[in-house]
């Protein structure tokens, strides 16, 4: 990474990212070759801070084991039906093995992006018009009764892929906001302050790190605003409280002491949703309605299982957030529920610091076939590009439209906040017509999980 970056309760100095390649073989006998990539983030999927990093990444490549040994057992089928057929052994089987729904389903979201990527490349078919035709196979499934009757096919046939789309650039919550704050300058040529990146990107779209502690949180939210003041009446931002907040009372008070502050004027009129404030273990135990008026509270963390949309709902929470490695048919599923609520329900776009190439190019095409609009994004700052990974020249010149470089670098192209993602969604494939190197990549070993005595050090 070209800076750390502070989400929740860690901060990442650098990462690991998974690679999946798959084949897939078609009825007709053709077969074809797909992938899926995504950062294994450590203190995310699961935040004990009783774990170690090295045990999460193994929680991680656990649950991709068991999906992997769960898809390749069932019989041929559609590829959406590998999804829904494996969802509840998948869920039972990581259960006994002490993890998460979130972890549970992270190992079935990288092997479905990866066969539908396969599917794609066969058919010779971009993600938007795959999607519009319903290639996956795609059909309300009994694990979602409360979709029932819905018109999936005719809901994807008529989505408005997005062209384009606004960052909303992550301002965590080590960033320095100021030259002033700064002990030291990478010097890179990219912005390394808020006030640089707002000059630098020219977006009006911003998410901001909240930690939960009132008095701390109102001070760094007055400077942000008196930065971002001068964006006016375009200025958009979100606030993810990343589990910080203990219950729905602490909430209350920091949404009573935020609303009165009239420093903080400018935020309040800009803001869209605030995104899971209260740590998952207790999300689903205390109801949200009525803790901000207007302001739509969605979950993020706690979506770890196809119902959890449903019982936030009926908690207060009026949206969730989509994210491929939560599983992009999930992403679907809720964005027909939200088409179904009355009101309807909110649908936000946020990232798992996704590197770019495949991991990257795989959530952009999600978020513009459903027509979203704006997209948190972060790993264009506090990644440093492609580094040394040899696949960057084929990205770049797949998709000049996206990438540039600079220097040595092959980096995300941004203009005036926003990314072109009309070639993504049209090139062969799901999000992307290059593919990841494998020459650079190691086996990955075998999960450590569950944790033994006799296991080696981690």
């Known amino acids: 990474?070209?800076?750390?970056?502070?989400?929740?309760?860690?901060?990442?100095?650098?990462?690991l990212q998974l690679v999946v390649q798959i084949r897939i073989e078609l009825a007709d006998g053709r077969s074809a070759t797909g992938w899926s990539a995504e950062a294994l983030s450590a203190k995310w999927f699961d935040k004990n801070p009783g774990l170690t990093d090295a045990q999460n990444?193994?929680?991680?490549?656990?649950?991709?084991?068991?999906?992997?040994?769960?898809?390749?057992?069932?019989?041929?089928?559609?590829?959406?039906?590998?999804?829904?057929r494996h969802y509840t052994a998948q869920m039972r089987a990581a259960a006994a093995e002490g993890l998460n729904p979130l972890i549970a389903s992270f190992g079935p979201a990288m092997l479905d992006r990866a066969v539908f990527d396969a599917l794609c490349r066969a058919e010779g078919l971009g993600f938007a018009a795959a999607m519009k035709a319903n290639l996956a196979g795609m059909v309300i499934p009994d694990l979602t009764p409360d979709l029932e009757g819905f018109a999936l096919g005719e809901f994807l046939a008529a989505q408005i892929p997005q062209n384009s789309l606004a960052l909303r650039h992550t301002v965590g919550l080590a960033d320095p906001l100021t030259?002033?704050?700064q002990q030291s300058r990478v010097n890179d040529g990219l912005p390394e302050?808020?006030?640089?990146?707002?000059?630098?990107?020219?977006?009006?779209?911003?998410?901001?790190?909240?930690?939960?502690?009132?008095?701390?949180?109102?001070?760094?939210?007055?400077?942000?605003?008196?930065?971002?003041?001068?964006l006016g009446a375009g200025l958009r931002v979100t606030l993810d409280g990343n589990e910080q907040f203990r219950d729905a009372a602490a909430l209350r008070a920091f949404w009573s002491a935020f609303e009165a502050d009239p420093e903080l004027t400018v935020l309040r009129r800009a803001l869209l949703c605030l995104e899971q404030p209260i740590h998952r273990d207790q999300a689903f135990a205390v109801p949200v309605s009525g803790i901000a008026r207007d302001l739509p509270i969605i979950i993020d963390e706690s979506d770890g299982s196809l119902e959890a949309a449903t019982l936030a709902r009926d908690l207060g929470y009026r949206g969730v957030s989509t994210k491929v490695c939560k599983g992009f048919y999930k992403s679907i599923l809720n964005a027909a529920r939200?088409?179904?609520?009355?009101?309807?329900?909110?649908?936000?776009?946020?990232?798992l610091t996704c590197e770019p190439g495949t991991a990257l190019q795989q959530d952009l095409a999600l978020v513009s076939?459903?027509?979203l609009g704006h997209v948190e994004k972060n790993a264009h700052h506090f990644i440093d590009g492609f580094g040394t990974r040899a696949e960057g020249e084929d990205f770049l010149a797949a998709h000049p439209e996206l990438y540039h470089r600079q220097g040595d670098k092959v980096r995300l192209r941004i203009a005036q906040g926003r990314v072109a993602t009309q070639g993504l969604l049209s090139a062969r494939g799901f999000g992307a017509a290059a593919a990841p190197q494998t020459g650079g990549l190691t086996a990955m070993p075998p999960a450590l999980w569950p944790p033994r005595q006799d296991a080696p050090a981690l």
Do not use: C, N
């Not at 990474?1 to 990462?15: K, Q, W």
């Not at 929680?59 to 829904?84: D, N, T």
């Not at 939200?338 to 990232?351: C, K, N, T, Y």
């Open 338 to 351: 939200m088409r179904r609520w009355q009101p309807a329900g909110l649908l936000s776009a946020e990232d």
């Open 1 to 15: 990474m070209r800076m750390p970056f502070r989400f929740g309760v860690t901060t990442m100095s650098g990462g």
């Open 57 to 84: 990444h193994h929680q991680l490549r656990r649950s991709v084991e068991l999906a992997s040994e769960g898809y390749l057992a069932l019989p041929k089928g559609s590829a959406f039906s590998f999804f829904a």
């Open 193 to 230: 302050t808020l006030e640089e990146v707002v000059r630098h990107y020219g977006g009006h779209y911003y998410k901001l790190k909240i930690s939960g502690g009132v008095g701390a949180d109102l001070a760094r939210l007055r400077s942000i605003a008196a930065i971002l003041a001068p």
């Open 369 to 371: 076939f459903l027509g």
């Open 179 to 181: 030259a002033a704050e």
